[in-house]
């Protein structure tokens, strides 16, 4: 969009604007969001502006005068205050797609100040729908074999390229079940917000809720990594990276975790820190080697600032993490397929093995006791046996 020039409009200054050859723009200080158009022709019109990139011509002057379009702009505005864009530019609810649910939910969990949910959100749903021919399939014309015709090109890897991105293949890869059943439940989330929004009828509610999750898709977490393959990993990492697998190895937290950890959210007095990833809001003890850690990356910090950083004090991401693990656990010769999340596994496996019980242990690592029994338990079941061969009972 051409730039806005922000000077005040009176009758007279919207008399004498000229033509420059070019399209400009007048803003109304009066009137936030009003703008006189002046064409490169010299044609004058009214338009209102509330985004960027977003702006709809109303009227042309001189054919209405600057109070006609203030009072027509206040009209506009109150419009853009209820329904997000004025009404004749809202899409109508007949023409909504699965795409456009999806969006609105995104910006209805960054509205709410769920921000990490909402980009999460939207990664899945930019690598599998987006783009894809769910996406454009309009709600009112949903069905449940829409939904199980993607999930079937989401399990085979059989979707659109993706939008180019530092540390991510521009190729969608097949997904594991575990993983689609999530994306499944989000997209759920996604159109069930939308019938609460009445953008489309509850009737229509049962063509997705009939797409069951797959099942045997909650298996065990197979890989593991013995504490030396684990130094080695630390000690192949390059750069910023080491710290975020050091906590991951020392925390058993998510990876999002001390990605958006700041100086306030470690207590270096009663040796704590402060989780807010997942909306598993969260505040854990440290171990002595962690305190250490986190020591160190506070020193000299403000308390806004970022614990954990890339190179240039940039805030990690998923996408930057990824390609520096991945190349850490190369150059150790470690398993393929090691990620942050594998030390988060090879902890909790620890804490449960080495007998710290099982609420505990969904505590710290800000998960439900339920699926730290659903797949862990067996090594609680291991333990109890190597116990009970300890014990004479008769």
């Known amino acids: 969009m051409p730039k806005v020039t922000r000077e005040p409009l009176t009758r007279k200054a919207v008399d004498a604007a000229k033509t420059t050859g070019k399209l400009y723009r007048l803003r109304d200080a009066t009137v936030p969001g009003l703008v006189l158009r002046v064409s490169a022709t010299g044609a004058k019109s009214w338009a209102m502006v509330w985004g960027r990139g977003q702006e709809k011509a109303f009227a042309s002057y001189p054919a209405t005068t600057l109070e006609g379009a203030r009072e027509a702009a206040r009209r506009l505005s109150s419009e853009i205050d209820k329904h997000g864009a004025p009404a004749a530019v809202v899409t109508p609810k007949s023409e909504l797609t699965v795409a456009d649910a999806c969006r609105d939910y995104v910006a209805a969990l960054k509205k709410d100040g769920r921000a990490t949910t909402a980009a999460d959100a939207d990664r899945r749903f930019e690598r599998c729908l987006y783009a894809d021919k769910l996406g454009k399939v309009r709600l009112k014309d949903l069905h449940q074999d829409h939904i199980e015709a993607w999930r079937d090109r989401v399990e085979k890897g059989d979707l659109a390229p993706l939008p180019a991105k530092r540390g991510r293949p521009p190729v969608a890869k097949p997904l594991a079940r575990s993983s689609i059943n999530r994306i499944r439940t989000t997209l759920v ?46 000690d192949a990492a390059v750069g910023p990276v080491r710290d975020l697998i050091e906590c991951v190895a020392l925390t058993g937290c998510r990876p999002g975790d001390p990605a958006i950890c700041l100086r306030s959210d470690y207590d270096g007095r009663t040796a704590s820190v402060r989780f807010r990833s997942k909306d598993h809001d969260r505040k854990i003890p440290l171990s002595p080697s962690a305190g250490a850690m986190f020591d160190r990356l506070a020193k000299g910090k403000l308390p806004k600032a970022h614990l954990f950083t890339q190179d240039g004090g940039k805030a990690w991401t998923a996408d930057a993490w990824s390609d520096p693990v991945r190349e850490a656990a190369a150059r150790a010769g470690l398993p393929a397929g090691v990620t942050l999340y594998t030390l988060r596994h090879c902890w909790i496996t620890d804490a449960i093995v080495g007998g710290m019980d099982l609420l505990t242990v969904a505590k710290l690592a800000g998960t439900s006791l339920a699926m730290i029994e659903k797949h862990y338990g067996h090594l609680v079941q291991g333990a109890a046996r190597d116990k009970l061969a300890q014990v004479q009972f008769l």
Do not use: I, M
């Open 189 to 234: 989330a996604a159109l069930n917000h939308a019938v609460a929004r009445r953008k489309v009828s509850p009737d229509l509610a049962f063509e997705w809720n009939a797409v069951k999750p797959l099942k045997d898709a909650g298996q065990r977490r197979g890989l593991y990594l013995e504490r030396e393959q684990r130094r080695a990993l630390l």
